[in-house]
C-alpha cells in the first residue's frame, strides 16, 4: 500500500485527570511538551505519523475548546483535515465520524487511529508494525496494534490473543479485557498471550461503517448524516442537528469486542517504546533528571528554569511548570507539582488517585482549576 | 509620666528566615498582615505604641530596601521619624541612632524599643507593663520587659531575675542568657526566675549613651555624630563617612549583658499574649482556621481566596499567599507555602530549617529568592 492510500486519524480529547494540575480540561496534556523535546504530544504524534501517509490525509479531531491551539500548534495540517466535535461525545462518536468523512472523500480508504498523547521511542518499529497492520485491515479485518507488556501493569486494558504474540504478525483478538487486579495482570504477563489495549485500531472505513451499522445504528446514522454534510454548507446545521443525538460510547465497547466475540478483531502485537505518559511517576521516570534520588521534570522548557532544591529528603518528583522556585525540606516521596493557578503536594503511592482532587474541585464549583 | 515625655522606637528590620518564603528580604515579615486582620505587624505594632506616646515621639528604624513601604504602611509618622539606615549594622547601631537622635530632640528623654514583628493580644495588659517599666528607666535603669514564659521555649533566649518574677515589680536581671536545650529550658520554666528575652528595652537616652560610650565607644562616637548631623543638611555627608565604620554587634552583647553583671539592668515581668510569630507551626497555631485536622493560614486577605484541598491526609499548615489553589492528597505534617515565586514543601518537624534552603539559595546565587 503507498502512504498516500493510508488516511490517519488523531482523536485529541481527554483531560489526562492524573496529571492533573499539569493537564488541564482546558490545557490538556496532549497539548503539552511532555516528550522530552519541545514538542508537544500532539505535534510528536503528528511527526510520527505524517511520514506514513501525508498531512492531506491526516485528521484530527477535537473538541471546540481545543480546536485552537490544535491548529497552532500543527500549522501543516491543512484546515479541513481537523474536525472539531461541538461537544464530546466518547471515542466511538469521535472515530466514526473520521471514518465516515474518509469516507465520504476517498469511499473504501484504510484508516489508522492513534491517541495524541502517547510517547513512543521507537519511531521505526513503529512504522513497520502499522505497515503489517495495514495489511490486515486491507484485507478486511478491524485490526488493532497491542502493546507487548514488559510488566502486569494494572492501569490498562488488554487484550486476548489467540496465541502467544509473536512480533510482525497478525493474530486474532478473542476479546478485549477491562483494567485487571495485579494477580491477574501478573498471569496475563506469565501467558505471553495478551497485549496492552493502547486504542490504536487500523481497519477499512466501508468495514468499519458497516459494523458500525449493524452494531450502533444510533451512532451510525447521525455519523452518516453529518459526514455527507461535511464540507458542504450544510454542515453547521446538520451537526446542530444530529450531533446532540449520538449517545456517548467508547469504540471498544458498540464495536471492537462484540465484533472480536465474532473472531472479526486481529492485531499486530507492537513493542516500539510506546508509553500513555498517564500520571507522573511514568513523568518522572521518562523525562525527569535526577538530583540526588530526587526526580525534576523539567516540563517548560525554559533554559533558566528557577532552582528545584530538595533538602534532608528523597524519592521527591518534582514538576516545575511555572517560573517559580519548588523548595521541599525533610519529604520523601512526593509529587509536587507547581503550576500557574495550582500546586499539588501528593503521596507518591497516591499518585493514582489525583483525579479525587479534580472531582472535588468541580463539586464545589471551581471549575476554572479543572 | 505624660504620655509625650515618652519616645518610642521601633527598629523594623530583619528577614524571618524561617518564615521564607513568605518573608523575604525584600519582604520581610512586618510588612506582611500577620496579625489576625488586615493590618501588617508593623503597623499593629504602631497601633499599640501611638497611644502611649504620640506619633511625632514614635520612631522607626529601618533599611534603605524597606523604607518605602514604611512610610506607605504608616502614613501617620512624620517623615522625620522614619530613620533610614545605609545598610544594617546590627541591633545595636539602629538602637543606638534612635537614642541618640531622641537625645539631640529631646535631652534627657525616656525612650522604649519594641520589635517591628512581634504581636501582642492583650494591649491593656501591655500598657501597663511598659507604665511601669517607665518607671524604672526614668529612675536611671536600663529597663527590659521580659515575658512570662509558659513552656519551657528553646528558640528564645532568657533573662535571669534576682527573684522569682511578679508580675507589675521591678527586678534586677543577672544574666542574659542564650537559647537553652530543652532540659535547662526546663529548669528555667520550673524555677520560676527567668524571663523570656523579647528584645523589649527602656531607658533614659542618657543614660544609655553613657553606658555606651564607656563600653563601646566605636559604636558610640560615630553614632553621636551622625546624630548631631541628622536633621541638618549634612546628614548624608556624615552619614556616608561615619556609618560604614560602625561594627555589626547586637545591643545585648555590646551593653545589656555586661551592665546585667554590674546590677545595671532591670525588669518588669510581662504577661500579655507575646507572640514572635517565629515560625509556620506558630503562625498556623495562632492564625490558622482548621479544616478537618488541617489549618489554613489566609495570610492575603482576600475574600475569594481559592480554595485549599487536603484529602485523606491531616496535620497540613497550609500558607496560600497567591491566588493559587493548593492541593494536598494522603500527606499528613506538612507545611505548605505558595507563594508568587516559591512553593515551600517542608515537613513540620523541620520548620526550624527553613533557613537552610534561604542559605542554599543565597549560595547558588538565587538572591531574589531569598
Avoid at 31 to 48: I, V
Avoid at 321 to 334: H, P
Amino acid at each position: 500500500m503507498r502512504p498516500t492510500d493510508l488516511h490517519m486519524v488523531v482523536p485529541a480529547g481527554g483531560s489526562g485527570t492524573r496529571l492533573w494540575p499539569l493537564s488541564r480540561a482546558a490545557n490538556p496534556k496532549f497539548l503539552h511538551a511532555l516528550t522530552g523535546t519541545d514538542r508537544s504530544l500532539l505535534q510528536a504524534t503528528f511527526d510520527r505519523l505524517a511520514p506514513l501517509c501525508t498531512p492531506e490525509r491526516l485528521l484530527v479531531v477535537t473538541g471546540t475548546a481545543h480546536a485552537t491551539s490544535v491548529i497552532r500548534q500543527l500549522p501543516e495540517l491543512p484546515e479541513r483535515n481537523i474536525l472539531v466535535e461541538p461537544f464530546a461525545r466518547d471515542s466511538c462518536a469521535a472515530i466514526a465520524l473520521a471514518a465516515a468523512v474518509i469516507e465520504e472523500r476517498s469511499p473504501g480508504a484504510v484508516m489508522a487511529s492513534f491517541a495524541a498523547d502517547h510517547l513512543i521511542t521507537n519511531i521505526p518499529a513503529f512504522a513497520a508494525t502499522v505497515r503489517h497492520a495495514v495489511e490486515g485491515a486491507a484485507a478486511g479485518r478491524l485490526m488493532t496494534i497491542g502493546i507487548t507488556p514488559n510488566r502486569p501493569e494494572t492501569g490498562y486494558g488488554y487484550l486476548r490473543c489467540s496465541e502467544p504474540a509473536k512480533p510482525a504478525t497478525v493474530q486474532t483478538v478473542l476479546e478485549f479485557k477491562e483494567k485487571p487486579t495485579l494477580e491477574v495482570a501478573t498471569e496475563y504477563l506469565a501467558s505471553g498471550r495478551y497485549l496492552w489495549n493502547a486504542s490504536m485500531f487500523l481497519w477499512r472505513t466501508d468495514v468499519f461503517l458497516a459494523e458500525l451499522a449493524a452494531r450502533r445504528p444510533d451512532v451510525h446514522d447521525p455519523i452518516r448524516t453529518i459526514a455527507r454534510a461535511w464540507d458542504t454548507t450544510e454542515q453547521e446545521t446538520v451537526l446542530a442537528e444530529a450531533w446532540p443525538t449520538i449517545p456517548k460510547v467508547a469504540v471498544e465497547y458498540a464495536v471492537m469486542e462484540p465484533a472480536a466475540a465474532e473472531g472479526k478483531v486481529a492485531t499486530v502485537p507492537g513493542d516500539f517504546g510506546w508509553n500513555d505518559i498517564g500520571d507522573f511517576e511514568t513523568l518522572g521516570e521518562l523525562l525527569g533528571r535526577d538530583i540526588g534520588g530526587s526526580r525534576v521534570v523539567d516540563v517548560t522548557g525554559l533554559k533558566d528554569a528557577p532552582p528545584v532544591l530538595v533538602v534532608d529528603g528523597d524519592g521527591v518528583i518534582a514538576v516545575p511548570f511555572s517560573s517559580r522556585v519548588i523548595a521541599t525540606l525533610g519529604v520523601t516521596d512526593l509529587i509536587v507539582v507547581d503550576t500557574a493557578d495550582a500546586v499539588l503536594v501528593c503521596r507518591r503511592d497516591r499518585a493514582q488517585d489525583i483525579k479525587k482532587l479534580t472531582e472535588l474541585l468541580r463539586e464545589r464549583g471551581h471549575v476554572a482549576h479543572v
